[in-house]
């Protein structure tokens, strides 16, 4: 991958009595160099957080992105991000990476929502795609992907070192800074 290579990596914060979750986003290079942000934030236990994603891309109006990799899959308390819609709306490929291998979220959101909101977050949570562990600087991480042919070899140049994508580490560098000042 060529060292010029820039992603979009989209992490949150927030604060556990707050009702808004801070997101940002970070380009970065593939050469670590950070090249841009973007803020929004989606409602904490919500619905918006795959608009919320996309309108962080929109307000960047990058064209030289060629990746977006977002931090988890479910921020802002289960607000499930939708993988597919995020790829067709910003017509580029989308890598969900998270850290710790899990059972899933199943059964964390029938035991957390009642009625439409279970079902609503159910239903885009299982049609994401599965995620597959990856081996990256001797760690595991976890990579749900659409829309990219090569997802192995995105998550490790972009992953310097440690088990966190660059452009990861510094949008959650980044939520938190915003979090802090909002």
Same mark, same amino acid.
């Given at each position: 991958m060529k060292s010029g290579t820039r992603a979009l990596g989209v992490a949150e914060s927030y604060a556990h009595d707050a009702d808004r979750s801070t997101l940002a986003g970070a380009v970065v290079r593939a050469d670590r160099v950070v090249d841009g942000f973007s803020f929004d934030s989606c409602t904490v236990g919500g619905s918006d957080a795959t608009d919320a994603v996309c309108a962080l891309y929109n307000a960047l109006d990058r064209e030289d992105v060629r990746y977006v990799l977002v931090s988890g899959i479910a921020p802002a308390w289960f607000s499930v991000l939708d993988l597919h819609e995020i790829h067709e709306r910003v017509e580029r490929p989308v890598l969900s990476v998270s850290f710790e291998e899990s059972p899933g979220l199943e059964?964390?959101?029938e035991r957390e929502f009642e009625g439409e909101a279970?079902?609503? =977050?159910?239903?885009?949570? /299982?049609?994401?795609?599965a995620r597959t562990p990856v081996e990256v600087n001797g760690e595991r991480v976890f990579v749900r992907n659409v829309g990219c042919?090569?997802?192995?070899?995105?998550? =490790?140049?972009?992953?310097? /070192?440690g088990g966190r994508p660059e452009p990861l580490r510094v949008a959650r560098l980044a939520a938190r800074a915003g979090d802090d000042y909002a």
């Amino acid at each position: 991958m060529k060292s010029g290579t820039r992603a979009l990596g989209v992490a949150e914060s927030y604060a556990h009595d707050a009702d808004r979750s801070t997101l940002a986003g970070a380009v970065v290079r593939a050469d670590r160099v950070v090249d841009g942000f973007s803020f929004d934030s989606c409602t904490v236990g919500g619905s918006d957080a795959t608009d919320a994603v996309c309108a962080l891309y929109n307000a960047l109006d990058r064209e030289d992105v060629r990746y977006v990799l977002v931090s988890g899959i479910a921020p802002a308390w289960f607000s499930v991000l939708d993988l597919h819609e995020i790829h067709e709306r910003v017509e580029r490929p989308v890598l969900s990476v998270s850290f710790e291998e899990s059972p899933g979220l199943e059964d964390a959101i029938e035991r957390e929502f009642e009625g439409e909101a279970r079902k609503e =977050r159910l239903a885009v949570y /299982e049609q994401q795609p599965a995620r597959t562990p990856v081996e990256v600087n001797g760690e595991r991480v976890f990579v749900r992907n659409v829309g990219c042919e090569n997802p192995l070899e995105v998550t =490790r140049a972009f992953t310097p /070192e440690g088990g966190r994508p660059e452009p990861l580490r510094v949008a959650r560098l980044a939520a938190r800074a915003g979090d802090d000042y909002a």
